[in-house]
């Protein structure tokens, strides 16, 4: 029997991309494993999953819808096209993609539920697939990042928006705190290196010295590598959120301007969320509107030191 040829459209944010893997595991089931699978997408969605062992090619897209048309039309033909992403480009990117059949998401269609229940209701309406989403699934090589002691995370930024970072003081505190208990790992991208560095000065000034600064130093590989080794992850709503979910690791989610139910960790038993119940959240704005960022501020280093505490 020949493998289904599966062509798929990544969303372009780590985190939904991590998100979508349960909704792409269960296209592989439906088929009995029977596919070939070959991604399209951002350097991050397709680094992401990459090592899959039913991934045989990827692409990754350009913005230029010049370029969009030459990868088009060297990717070959295939079964099944899905695109997880709701954007005009996805739209012209289907019309051109040659394929038997052609599904992309609809953002304003799907909008019940967990963003894993979205994408896969997606899939079940696509191709008929009856199965509910099981849990995150990422697959990274075996030599993981190995240390005598116990680790720490910290993920003061998050791409989104300033709406969605607690204040990088609060993370000073928490790893000043558990410092004694644990070696701490930050983490952040290259548009969060001042921020990270912020942090670094502040625990060099109160004699902290066990810590490592990753911000804008690791490729996704080695993100996920380091995440997949922690002990406690503190973090805000993000994509490194989402790869520690996907490794079932203890995990403190600080929300404050998105919605909890859509986007928190999905099944993972030790995941703990701290917000506040204020009446302008959920906001879902990048910068607050208000300009008093309370629902992060309101949000005390105590609270979520406690609870780290109670994790170990």
């Known amino acids: 029997m020949l493998d289904m040829r599966i062509l798929i459209e990544l969303p372009s944010w780590l985190g939904d991309c991590v998100m979508a893997t349960p909704a792409i595991e269960n296209i592989i089931d439906f088929y009995d494993n029977n596919v070939e699978i070959t991604l399209l997408g951002n350097s991050i969605s397709t680094e992401i999953m990459q090592f899959h062992p039913r991934v045989v090619n990827s692409f990754i897209l350009s913005k230029n819808y010049k370029e969009l048309y030459k990868t088009s039309k060297i990717i070959g033909d295939f079964d099944i096209f899905l695109s997880f992403r709701s954007s005009f480009r996805s739209t012209i990117l289907k019309m ?5 059949k052609k599904y992309q998401f609809n953002k304003k269609k799907f909008t019940i539920g967990h963003q894993v229940e979205k994408y896969n209701q997606f899939v079940q309406e696509s191709l008929g697939v009856k ?52 070696k701490i790992l930050i983490f952040g991208g290259s548009s969060e290196i001042e921020l990270s560095k912020k942090i670094e000065k502040k625990l060099k000034d109160q004699n902290c010295k066990n810590f490592i600064n990753l911000t804008g130093k690791t490729t996704i590989k080695e993100l996920i590598e380091y995440i997949s080794s922690l002990d406690l992850f503190i973090t805000g709503d993000s ?34 969320i701290v917000k506040k119940d204020l009446v302008c959240q959920p906001c879902m704005r990048r910068v607050c509107p208000l300009k008093h960022h309370n629902c992060m501020k309101k949000i005390s280093s105590n609270e979520v030191i406690d609870l780290a505490l109670n994790l170990i």
């Open 96 to 100: 051109l993609i040659s394929s038997q």
């Open 131 to 182: 199965k509910k989403p099981g849990k995150l699934k990422i697959f990274n090589i075996d030599t993981c990042y190995s240390s005598n002691e116990r680790l720490l995370g910290i993920n003061p930024g998050a791409s989104y928006g300033s709406a969605k970072c607690w204040p990088h003081e609060k993370f000073v505190d928490v790893a000043i705190a558990l410092s004694d208990k644990y």
């Open 239 to 272: 994509g490194p959120m989402h790869i520690a979910s996907a490794f079932q690791i203890p995990t403190i989610s600080i929300f404050g301007p998105t919605k909890v139910f859509e986007t928190c960790q999905w099944m993972n038993d030790k995941s703990v």
